[in-house]
């Protein structure tokens, strides 16, 4: 499992009782870059794009992007930082400018890079305004400049991927709100979290910081994640041809198009289904298991009776008990080639069900996936069981092998998933104020790349 570590302290270095400097790491970090020569592609990119030559510009392109990888790294993403580093003496000399680029240089270097974004998508829009078209159409929020910009960062995640022996590469997509606290363009209010802010895709690949998507808040994720799945995939299969790709996701890329592209590229997923809709259930009112599931013929009569009679004797202990409570109880199981009306193909379901007696109330969940039983045991690699969340033993179901899948399933391969989510929550919350503070919408969106793309030099620094 990758972990990405950045330094989000200062350690400072005091000679003769005397502070030297606040930030012993950063000539090593210079170093190690500048040897590696991992900013390159980047540097050759927007030298390609955006010339920006040392006369008549201080720092050239790849300066600002030393700069802002180092800073990032040090957890210094705010402009105002630079400040901050050009306090520093020890710091401040070892930038080759002898000095760190102002806050007022670096946001002119964005809204540069931003205004040739926006000069794409004009020209693509025809004259319309962006609002005319779908929050997910790519002429509204993708543009030749953004999109080589993602392509870097996608090439990087898989120079780090291509280092590890699995035989499995996992695809997670993942929407994640970035909170806004001003004018910028393409912010939006999203019912769903409650905020004003733009709502980006992260795609993240064994854990590795791919590329992300931004996009204006209740912009739909599994659209977006759809814009890129044709070329992602392919770039994939191409890359890795005997590494088997599964995309991993929650409920709301439980999207018929996107499974049917996954199922006839023969590329395989596990994504949450909702089905109760996130009820929770009360054990006498149960019967509703079935109401879900008309067409099956063999469960509904047999998974639901047993359920209930687990439930009914946990209920019962509870009433029983002297200390006034049950246990909490969670088992695994799953319904068999399940295939709804508007399904192209047949799915595994796979529920947890998990009873809670502070509340008397039972939680019933689904997610679907297309891998077979032994997929599901192989790639979870027992994981799930390892969690001891839900015991193969105490499910309802008879066969120990389906037990076990129904397990590794759920709490293995799909909770793995909170791995993502937790550095999604570390990109989202160094997004939001130091790197979306700007009012251009495309100026904003290469911040979010470049961060994504500090997150994967801290994960090369690693093994450099």
Not at 78 to 96: G, I, P, T, V, Y
Not at 162 to 179: C, G
Not at 182 to 211: K, S, W
Not at 435 to 460: H, K, P, T, W, Y
Request: aromatic content about 8%.
């Amino acid at each position: 499992m990758a972990n990405i570590i950045k330094v989000s302290h200062s350690v400072q270095y005091i000679n003769d009782g005397k502070a030297v400097t606040s930030f012993v790491c950063v000539k090593e970090l210079i170093r190690i870059l500048r040897n590696s020569n991992v900013l390159a592609p980047i540097s050759s990119l927007l030298d390609s794009i955006c010339p920006r030559p040392l006369l008549p510009y201080r720092y050239t392109n790849h300066d600002l992007l030393e700069q802002l990888v180092v800073a990032g790294l040090l957890g210094r993403e705010d402009f105002n930082d630079a400040q901050e580093l050009n306090n520093d003496a020890f710091a401040r000399s070892c930038m080759k400018r002898g000095k760190f680029a102002s806050a007022a240089t670096l946001s002119r270097f964005f809204s540069d890079l931003g205004e040739i974004a926006s000069k794409e998508r004009n020209q693509a829009l025809e004259g319309k305004a962006p609002h005319h078209f779908e929050k997910t159409a790519p002429k509204r929020i993708r543009t030749p400049f953004i999109d080589s910009f993602n392509k870097v960062s996608l090439q990087h995640a898989l120079d780090i991927v291509a280092t590890d022996n699995r035989d499995v590469l996992i695809v997670d997509v993942d929407s994640t709100p970035v909170p806004l606290h001003g004018t910028q363009e393409e912010r939006a209010y999203d019912g769903h979290y409650g905020v004003t802010c733009y709502l980006p895709i992260m795609v993240t690949i064994n854990e590795i910081p791919a590329f992300v998507q931004n996009a204006p808040g209740a912009a739909n994720g599994a659209k977006l994640f759809l814009l890129h799945a044709d070329e992602l995939i392919e770039t994939l299969t191409k890359r890795f041809p005997k590494r088997r790709i599964i995309v991993r996701a929650d409920t709301g890329f439980s999207n018929q198009d996107l499974l049917n592209l996954l199922h006839d590229k023969e590329i395989g997923y596990i994504v949450g289904c909702n089905p109760c809709g996130g009820r929770y259930i009360h054990p006498e009112a149960f019967k509703q298991f079935r109401l879900d599931f008309p067409d099956l013929e063999e469960i509904p009569e047999e998974i639901p009776g047993r359920l209930l009679e687990e439930c009914g004797l946990l209920v019962e202990q509870a009433r029983k008990s002297k200390r006034g409570s049950a246990e909490k109880f969670r088992c695994c199981g799953v319904v068999r080639e399940y295939h709804a009306a508007n399904w192209k193909h047949d799915r595994t379901l796979v529920y947890r069900l998990a009873y809670n007696p502070d509340y008397d109330e039972i939680n019933l969940r689904y997610i679907q996936t297309n891998l077979t039983t032994d997929e599901l045991i192989q790639y979870a690699g027992g994981r799930g069981e390892a969690k001891g969340r839900a015991s193969v033993h105490s499910g309802l179901e008879r066969d120990s092998k389906m037990a076990k899948a129904a397990v590794e399933a759920y709490e293995g391969l799909f909770c793995d998933r909170g791995i993502d989510e937790q550095n999604n929550r570390d990109w989202k919350r160094e997004c939001a104020g130091a790197r979306c503070s700007l009012e251009g919408f495309f100026a904003n969106s290469i911040r979010m790349i470049l961060g994504v793309l500090v997150d994967q030099i801290a994960l090369l620094l690693a093994v450099i």
